[in-house]
Structures are given as C-alpha cells and as structure tokens.
C-alpha cells in the first residue's frame, strides 16, 4: 500500500533558525496536503498542493510540491515560538485516500 | 469550516470494558472520519463513517472491535469495545471540510485521549 515518509521526526532549532521537514512518497501523489498540530491540540489544515512543482508561501511558511509529485517539503524562516508543534504531510490519491506521514515534532528555544 | 464537538475529551477506562465516542457537527457532511493517533505517532484512519449505510474499515480495523453508527449527517459515534492498554490512544473524528483535486480537505475534532489501565 501507499507509505509516505516524513523526516526528520523530531526538530530542535533556537528562534529565528530556520525549519524544513520532507515528505516522501512511495507512489505518485495527486495532491499533498500540510496539517498542524499543536502540543495537545488537533491537526489543522494549513495547505494543499496539487500541481508538479508547485510552491506555495503562506508569510514565513514556504511548500514545495516535486516534480515527480512523490515528494514535497515544508519550510519555516526565522521560527518562532509559535511555530512549535508537529507538523504533518498528508498524501493524497486520485479517489481521494489520504495517508499521513509519521510528522516531524518542532521545538523552538527562545 | 465546520465545528466538531467531540466528546468525552479524555477518559481512564479499565480493560475489557467499552467506551463509546461521540461526534457533533454544526453542518450536515457526507463523510465522517475516524483517525486514531497513538502517543508520539502518525494518524491512522479507523473507518469512514457513511450516514445510511455501514462504515467502511480500513485494513487492521474491524467492525467488532470499532464499531461505528452514522444515524444522520451531523452525528457519529466509535465504540472501542473490550478495551486494552494497546487501545490507549486519541481517537479523532474528521469531515470532509472541501474536496480539492479528488482529495479530502480534513477537519477534525478536538479528539478523545482514552487510557485504558
């Protein structure tokens, strides 16, 4: 069945460090999508792409779709306090099956 | 987006016993979802509640230990039935927020963290 792949697991950067987690696939995607969770929240839905190569920029958060659509990445400028939680790949199938990717945890030190 | 109530929020259970989750939608949705979230893990979809119809399981998952009723569009439960500390997880309830590219949009309840001793 479809594996997707995220790393690292965990992140520790001081603030204003910048963050990437990557997200691999093992079969082509029709979409990826990026989820948030916060220390004892739930998972929010920050962003989908669906076009290869696509990039997306929401201010200091910049998503990256491969050209293969097998991968994407996420990345944080200068983090911040309130960046820290886990963040989540989600690949997505043509008939619309999501499957998560084990999340990479971010710690932000002040 | 739409509002999920879910609820309990968080429970201890003893083993062999069943707890019943139960899910609140402010808006009438097609599909609900059931994802378990295992300390420090990934999200595992359990099933996809249909209103009218049996919930579809995903593989691992049978209908005799997560038994689910969809009675109408906004409401849902998942029963952990004869509970063990392996069922010791959160158990989130998800809708279909938008359908972009064939592919669900997720949102998703505040979820049940259940302690099973």
């Known amino acids: 069945g479809q594996q997707v792949m995220q790393i690292p697991q965990y992140q520790h950067v001081q603030e204003g460090e910048d963050f990437t987690t990557y997200c691999n696939s093992s079969?082509?995607?029709?979409?990826i999508q990026w989820y948030k969770q916060r220390p004892g929240g739930h998972p929010v839905f920050l962003i989908q792409l669906v076009k290869s190569g696509e990039v997306k920029k929401q201010k200091r958060l910049t998503f990256q779709f491969g050209e293969a659509k097998k991968n994407s990445s996420l990345h944080i400028t200068a983090t911040q306090t309130t960046d820290v939680g886990t963040y989540f790949c989600a690949g997505g199938t043509s008939y619309g099956k999501l499957t998560f990717g084990q999340g990479t945890i971010l710690t932000v030190h002040p | 987006s739409a509002v999920i109530s879910q609820k309990p929020s968080r429970d201890i259970c003893q083993r062999g016993t069943s707890l019943t989750i139960q899910c609140q939608v402010d808006s009438q949705v097609t599909m609900m979802f059931w994802y378990r979230q295992q300390p420090g893990q990934s999200l595992t979809l359990i099933a996809t509640a249909n209103q009218g119809s049996e919930a579809t399981y995903e593989s691992g998952f049978v209908i005799d230990k997560f038994p689910i009723s969809r009675p109408n569009l906004t409401f849902s439960t998942l029963t952990v039935s004869n509970m063990s500390p392996e069922d010791s997880s959160i158990y989130l309830c998800s809708v279909e927020e938008s359908k972009l590219a064939g592919a669900n949009v997720l949102t998703f309840g505040a979820g049940s963290r259940l302690t099973v001793l």
């Open positions: 079969t082509t995607l029709s979409n």
